[in-house]
């Protein structure tokens, strides 16, 4: 509920449309920013089990994308982490085998964005 | 026309449940309320009503499991007394901002310590804050209306919010009464069926029920809650217009006895209002000008109507069954606020009667208004009708 009703525009009860989480942004929240290194990934899906907010996508490739080793991984792959829900708890950076996710400083990740 | 029954008040506030014939009834045993479940678990076992029974492990699980029910869509019921009330607390006080119209029986019973289980109205008097509508019945007869009344005016689309039936513990709960029990045909036809316009249960409109509201919010809905309240007086009203062409009675906010020319009134809850009746009776055959009034709705609070009622009275008594310790009690509260505006302001006391089910009798009423004409009120401090020392 981003916009601010009056009492009188309120429905009956305490009651929201469902699925609002979607656009509840509370990547705002973060402090650190996972940064990940696709070149060292095994695509192990480690970091997408652990992640409690579900902010690490993945998708079917057929066709593979290069990962640790310049090696082709097929099938699941994980794509970068939706800066939309990522909270930076760094359970992934924590958790992963090849240690390809690091965690650095948001303004850190700001001014290296705004040199680019 | 009705037939005549002989039963008690748990009785005859189980028959309401009957004829309303819910969707659900979860509650917990405790006494003085078990009568009402049992009896109704009757009718359950014997398939007379389409209700499903829950039994659950306490009273905080009965209320819950009723909000439960109510939120889905269904007519949920529920009874309770004292320490059971005391327990489902923070469920009874979710379930106005949920804006779920149930409708439960509340036997009323002492609250601990220290324990018993007898009449006094400690129970309700903790809850009048949380924004449930309260009726208060005198007797048997009283509570099997007030609880077909109830349904009808929690449900309606203006209020939605839920309702409490008050009745004093074994004096009416236990105590057998002829009881008119109106047909079933009729009645069921007045409380008819709950609307399903905002059911949980709706797949095709999903929503969320009950969520985490911070401060931009809350503060809007608490005041939208306030405002279902302030519609009860006029639903109240329409409703029990409709419930007196079945019953030819009239369902007012509060009931006045010989008050017109009283020199002195009292006022009671529930059913030492049939014991000050008798009083005034006895008191008027003498030739003694007194009056009593009986609040019936108690939440929301009529103070326009009572304050208009009352407007001619030079003394006035308030009884109360329980007490707001180290404050007036709570129903002397509401009429001294009542009456604060008048131009001409009543004198007024406090007296405290009947804790932990302590008879009230005819005479010590009759004292009451012996003192309320003798003038030697003291509006500043109770006093207490029974009390030894």
Same mark, same amino acid.
């Given at each position: 509920?981003?916009?601010?009703?009056?009492?009188?525009?309120?429905?009956?009860?305490?009651?929201?449309?469902?699925?609002?989480?979607?656009?509840?942004?509370?990547?705002?929240?973060?402090?650190?920013?996972?940064?990940?290194?696709?070149?060292? #990934?095994?695509? /192990?899906?480690? #970091?997408?089990?652990? #992640?409690?907010?579900?902010?690490?996508?993945?998708?079917?490739?057929?066709?593979?994308?290069?990962?640790?080793?310049?090696?082709?991984?097929?099938?699941?792959?994980?794509?970068? @982490?939706?800066?939309?829900?990522?909270?930076? /708890?760094?359970?992934?950076?924590?958790? /992963?085998?090849?240690?390809?996710?690091?965690?650095?400083?948001?303004?850190? !990740?700001?001014?290296?964005? #705004?040199?680019? | 026309?009705?037939?005549?029954?002989?039963?008690?008040?748990?009785?005859?506030?189980?028959?309401?449940?009957?004829?309303?014939?819910?969707?659900?009834?979860?509650?917990?045993?405790?006494?003085?309320?078990?009568?009402?479940?049992?009896?109704?678990?009757?009718?359950?076992?014997?398939?007379?009503?389409?209700?499903?029974?829950?039994?659950?492990?306490?009273?905080?699980?009965?209320?819950?499991?009723?909000?439960? !029910?109510?939120?889905?869509?269904?007519?949920?019921?529920?009874?309770?007394?004292?320490?059971?009330?005391?327990?489902?607390?923070?469920?009874?006080?979710?379930?106005?901002?949920?804006?779920?119209?149930?409708?439960?029986?509340?036997?009323?019973?002492?609250?601990?310590?220290?324990?018993?289980?007898?009449?006094?109205?400690?129970?309700?008097?903790?809850?009048?804050?949380?924004?449930?509508?309260?009726?208060?019945?005198?007797?048997?007869?009283?509570?099997?209306?007030?609880?077909?009344?109830?349904?009808?005016?929690?449900?309606?689309?203006?209020?939605?919010?839920?309702?409490?039936?008050?009745?004093?513990?074994?004096?009416?709960?236990?105590?057998?009464?002829?009881?008119?029990?109106?047909?079933?045909?009729?009645?069921?036809?007045?409380?008819?069926?709950?609307?399903?316009?905002?059911?949980?249960?709706?797949?095709?409109?999903?929503?969320?029920?009950?969520?985490?509201?911070?401060?931009?919010?809350?503060?809007?809905?608490?005041?939208?809650?306030?405002?279902?309240? @302030?519609?009860?007086?006029?639903?109240?009203?329409?409703?029990?217009?409709?419930?007196?062409?079945?019953?030819?009675?009239?369902?007012?906010?509060?009931?006045?006895?010989?008050?017109?020319?009283?020199?002195?009134?009292?006022?009671?809850?529930?059913?030492?209002?049939?014991?000050?009746?008798?009083?005034?009776?006895?008191?008027?055959?003498?030739?003694?000008?007194?009056?009593?009034?009986?609040?019936?709705?108690?939440?929301?609070?009529?103070?326009?109507?009572?304050?208009?009622?009352?407007?001619?009275?030079?003394?006035?008594?308030?009884?109360?069954?329980?007490?707001?310790?180290?404050?007036?009690?709570?129903?002397?509260?509401?009429?001294?606020?009542?009456?604060?505006?008048?131009?001409?302001?009543?004198?007024?006391?406090?007296?405290?009667?009947?804790?932990?089910?302590?008879?009230?009798?005819?005479?010590?009423?009759? !004292?009451?208004?012996?003192?309320?004409?003798?003038?030697?009120?003291?509006?500043?401090?109770?006093?207490?009708?029974?009390?030894?020392?």
């Amino acid at each position: 509920m981003s916009e601010r009703k009056a009492w009188q525009e309120l429905g009956l009860g305490v009651e929201l449309p469902a699925a609002t989480s979607l656009g509840y942004k509370t990547g705002g929240w973060r402090v650190l920013r996972p940064v990940w290194n696709a070149s060292e #990934c095994t695509h /192990c899906m480690i #970091c997408v089990g652990y #992640c409690p907010d579900m902010a690490i996508p993945v998708r079917q490739t057929d066709e593979g994308v290069p990962g640790k080793g310049g090696r082709v991984f097929k099938g699941v792959v994980r794509l970068d @982490s939706n800066l939309d829900y990522c909270k930076g /708890c760094g359970i992934c950076a924590h958790e /992963c085998p090849t240690k390809c996710i690091s965690m650095i400083r948001e303004e850190e !990740a700001e001014q290296a964005a #705004c040199k680019l | 026309m009705g037939v005549k029954k002989a039963i008690t008040g748990a009785q005859a506030a189980a028959e309401a449940m009957r004829q309303i014939n819910p969707d659900v009834v979860v509650a917990y045993p405790i006494t003085p309320q078990t009568p009402i479940v049992e009896q109704f678990a009757e009718y359950v076992a014997d398939g007379i009503v389409d209700t499903e029974m829950v039994p659950v492990e306490s009273e905080h699980s009965a209320m819950s499991a009723t909000v439960g !029910a109510e939120a889905a869509g269904a007519r949920a019921m529920s009874a309770t007394s004292s320490q059971g009330l005391a327990l489902m607390w923070e469920i009874v006080a979710a379930t106005p901002g949920l804006r779920l119209p149930i409708v439960m029986s509340l036997v009323n019973r002492a609250l601990s310590a220290p324990i018993n289980i007898h009449c006094d109205h400690s129970d309700v008097m903790g809850v009048t804050t949380v924004g449930w509508i309260q009726i208060f019945s005198e007797n048997a007869q009283e509570v099997y209306e007030n609880l077909l009344l109830a349904i009808r005016v929690a449900e309606d689309p203006r209020v939605q919010l839920p309702a409490m039936v008050n009745q004093d513990g074994f004096i009416t709960s236990h105590a057998v009464e002829p009881v008119e029990i109106f047909d079933d045909a009729l009645v069921r036809k007045f409380v008819g069926v709950r609307s399903l316009d905002r059911a949980l249960l709706d797949v095709e409109h999903p929503k969320s029920v009950g969520p985490l509201v911070l401060p931009d919010y809350y503060f809007e809905f608490k005041r939208a809650q306030e405002e279902a309240m @302030s519609k009860v007086f006029e639903v109240y009203r329409e409703v029990g217009t409709e419930l007196s062409a079945i019953t030819g009675k009239q369902y007012p906010f509060f009931e006045t006895y010989r008050t017109d020319d009283a020199e002195a009134v009292v006022v009671v809850l529930n059913s030492a209002a049939g014991t000050a009746k008798a009083a005034v009776d006895a008191m008027r055959a003498q030739g003694k000008k007194v009056g009593m009034l009986k609040p019936i709705l108690f939440r929301p609070f009529p103070y326009a109507e009572i304050r208009d009622a009352l407007k001619d009275a030079p003394v006035i008594g308030v009884l109360d069954r329980s007490m707001d310790f180290g404050a007036y009690a709570p129903v002397y509260t509401e009429f001294r606020n009542a009456l604060w505006e008048l131009d001409k302001r009543p004198a007024m006391q406090s007296y405290i009667y009947g804790l932990g089910g302590r008879d009230i009798m005819t005479t010590e009423i009759e !004292a009451v208004f012996e003192e309320l004409l003798s003038g030697k009120v003291d509006p500043e401090h109770q006093r207490y009708i029974g009390l030894r020392g």
